[in-house]
């Protein structure tokens, strides 16, 4: 499995991104793709996760209402929109994939098994 992440970049503050993470080599019928963020110093943390069969999505607090995430299936590309960008958004962000993820366990980077090369977020103030 290769994942694929792009779309980061630099921004003000009140601004929008949005990220994609394309898949390729197998179904992901049964997997749980997600998205992490680890900033300079600091230990990588969940940001958001969407069940591919279900759409069943997740988000840490700090980004309810800001950030949506949503797939494509015919492309097997993972988005995940950010609105209302601030300066403690900006970190390298990680998309990552495991196959049959227990939903209380979504937030745990130890439970994925693929993970895509990061892609740098700065938002300035």
């Known amino acids: 499995v290769q994942l694929q992440a792009s779309g980061g970049g630099l921004v003000q503050t009140g601004a929008s991104l949005r990220l994609s993470c394309a898949a390729s080599?197998?179904?992901?019928?049964?997997?749980?793709v997600g998205w992490f963020r680890q900033a300079p110093g600091k230990e990588r943390e969940f940001v958001a996760s969407?069940?591919?069969?279900?759409?069943?999505?997740s988000f840490t607090d700090s980004v309810k209402g800001r950030f949506t995430i949503s797939k494509d299936n015919a492309k097997n590309t993972v988005y995940l929109q950010m609105n209302s960008l601030k300066p403690e958004d900006t970190a390298v962000y990680y998309c990552?994939?495991?196959?049959?993820?227990?939903?209380?366990?979504?937030?745990?980077?130890?439970?994925?098994?693929?993970w895509g090369q990061g892609t740098q977020v700065t938002v300035s103030s």
């Open positions: 080599g197998r179904s992901f019928s049964s997997y749980t």
């Open positions: 969407i069940r591919w069969s279900s759409g069943t999505t």
């Open positions: 990552a994939a495991g196959n049959r993820i227990i939903l209380s366990q979504r937030m745990a980077p130890s439970v994925y098994d693929f």
